[in-house]
């Protein structure tokens, strides 16, 4: 397989040095994009976010949008990718371990594609959650490779046979250990605001779309697991796992263990998105 390093398509046996701050602290911020019959989906948008997210911890980009798109597809075209993910990742760079952000370094930036295939049997039967705690740092609007909070919750979801972790801050559902949490109640779909709490999911601007588009009310507010709990319909979105059910939640049945028809609506509206928007 062919990977990208600092300007070089090279092979994917190459190092990166045990210097980069990427691993000493975390230091720095990625993405995980989409590929459908080798085209990219949504790649603009996941461009933008890297560079905001490298911006908000002081990290300059060393490429444009335009520039990360050219690449991805280069990488497509070497590795022949039909459906896949490209993972991004772009940390400060090398240098001698201090928690002082270095002056002379120039950043690291890797790109890899993986081969994955939708997730069609989960799509149709929606998957299980558990909720927990929320123990993450304050600033989850940045995509930053620090994900230990993250991988905690999902080790807690799956050792207890579930798929995701619904994480709850100070009483309020905020999103999953990996995806965006939404509930669907008479009618309406309702989400954590975009803040500092959460993550701005591409796949959930893509979901506010479609809702806007279907004439559906989507409403941006805060609620607690009890509304959760009592909701009509409950789903979760990401770029891989696209617009999932959650038919149970804590061992008890969502919408009778069943999907919902919102949820279905969105899933079908989403695979026509696929279809007819590219990078
Ligand atoms: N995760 N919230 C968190 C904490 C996430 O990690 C993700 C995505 C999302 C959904 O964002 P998007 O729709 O842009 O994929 C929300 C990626 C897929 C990952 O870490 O693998």
Known sequence: MVIFINGSYVSDDTKISYNDRGIQFGDGVYEVVRVYHSTLFTATEHFERLVRSANEIEITSPYSVEEYIEICNQLIKENEIDNGTIYVQLTRGDAVRNHTYPTDTQPNILLYTNTAERPMQDLQQGVKA??????????????????????????????NGAKEAIQIRNGIVTEGASSNIFIVKDDKIITHPANNFILNGITRRVIKQIADAEGIAFEEFTFDEKVLKDADEVFLTSTTQEVMPITEIDGENVNQGQVGPITKRLQ??????????HA
């Open 268 to 277: 079908s509206k989403f695979d026509e998105h696929i279809i007819t928007n």
């Open 130 to 159: 558990i909720t927990t705690e929320d123990i993450r740092w304050l600033r989850c609007d940045i995509k930053s490779l620090n994900l230990l909070g993250n991988i905690m919750n999902k080790q807690k979801a799956v050792t």
